[in-house]
């Protein structure tokens, strides 16, 4: 808003400059053709003068005495004379301004208005270009705004649901715990009383706790149902911080197309359709899809999907990628091998 004001009051200033300097150039423009003028009736009265002279001198000439040739030849010099003189007060009067159009003053002030509106357009657009570009900046942080609220949002409900699993891990292990408890006293005996009647829990199998890999396949299958681009790619960065997983990919895709026996070789890509996340084990990573790309036939044929995962791929594409097993690959010197195909459901 600072820099619009400034640009306002420069353009102002200069339009103001321009127009005195204009208006001051037209009065004084004019001021000299005037004088101009003036200049040229006072050179067109002369000849008349010299007439008036000679026929001074042509009655002088008779009263005197002069000869009839001296008093015509003098009378004569002064009818040339006069003609001449009408002449050139004429032609100074159809002469042209020495300036020509530019010396007209209402021409000047013509086109001092033309700057001057013209000036006052660009200030105009100037002040209408720089009230778009606010109202651009503006929708910009609004939806920069959205967007981070979508964000804190999705990831407030990630929070919620890994303490609402910590809780439930706690009172699971409690349940166990008084589960598994021997009884502290032995029935029939005295000075104890009876045992209370068995547990329900006693008799129900209890659900076996999440390992770790079982908490990355459900994290990952949460993340592939995500439909908004933006919250996927948020929720992709907060499980790649949180496992640290590698990506890889087929590097030898094209000439599986031209031979299609050939077996897929694998190696490191930034941008990788396989994630791996390391696992206890020296050099063994648990690999899944890249749960961001979309499943089509190039990726199951050529890109080494096929070989990797088992699937229920028909024909299409699919954007939701279910991992049931990931696949157990080794990385070497010579890049990815896979040991052990997974499973996938694609939807």
């Known amino acids: ?9 420069r353009l102002l200033r200069i339009t103001a400059a321009g127009s005195a300097w204009w208006w001051q150039t037209g009065l004084v423009w004019a001021a000299t053709e005037k004088d101009l003028a003036k200049t040229g009736t006072a050179g067109a009265n002369t000849p008349g003068s010299t007439a008036a002279a000679g026929n001074t001198a042509a009655g002088a000439a008779a ?12 009378g004569g010099t002064a009818v040339n004379g006069a003609v001449a003189g009408d002449a050139a007060a ?8 020495a300036g020509g159009l530019l010396s007209d003053p209402w021409i000047l002030i013509g086109l001092g208005a033309v700057l001057i509106l013209l000036l006052l357009v660009i200030l105009i657009w100037t002040y209408k270009l720089s ?10 942080d609004r939806q920069h705004g959205d967007q981070q609220d979508d964000n804190d949002q999705f990831t407030g409900v990630l929070d919620k649901l890994d303490r609402r699993l910590i809780v439930t891990e706690n009172n ?26 068995a547990s329900a829990l006693q008799f129900t199998k209890q659900p076996p706790r999440e390992s770790p890999l079982d908490i990355f396949i459900r994290q990952y299958n949460v993340l592939a149902g995500v439909r908004s681009g933006y919250e996927r790619k948020q929720a992709r960065d907060s499980l790649k911080q ?11 895709f094209d000439e599986r197309m031209r031979m ?6 694998f190696a490191d890509s930034a941008v990788g359709d396989f994630w791996a996340v390391k696992t206890d084990r020296p ?42 097993k990931p696949a157990l690959f080794q990385k070497t010197a010579m890049g990815w091998i896979c040991q052990q195909a997974g499973q996938i459901r694609l939807r």
Not at 63 to 74: C, D, L, M, Q, R
Not at 242 to 252: D, G, K
Not at 260 to 265: A, H, K
């Open 90 to 97: 004429k032609a100074a009067q159809n002469a042209p301004a």
């Open 131 to 140: 009230s778009r570009l606010s109202r651009l900046q503006q929708e910009v």
């Open 1 to 9: 808003m600072k820099n619009k004001q400034a640009w306002r009051n």
């Open 242 to 252: 949180q496992y640290n997983f590698q990506s890889f990919s087929c590097v030898n």
């Open 63 to 74: 009263a005197g005495g002069t000869t009839v040739n001296e008093a015509a030849s003098v």
């Open 172 to 197: 699971l292990r409690k349940l166990q715990a008084a589960a598994a408890a021997p009884a502290a006293h032995q029935p029939g005996q005295a000075g104890y009383a009876a045992a209370p009647e």
């Open 283 to 324: 050099d063994i990573y648990y690999v899944v899809p890249n749960a961001l790309m979309t499943y089509e036939s190039q990726k199951h044929n050529t890109g080494g999907m096929r070989e990797v995962f088992q699937s229920n791929y028909r024909e299409g594409a699919y954007n939701q990628i279910e991992v049931i």
């Open 260 to 265: 299609p026996g050939v077996q897929p070789v």
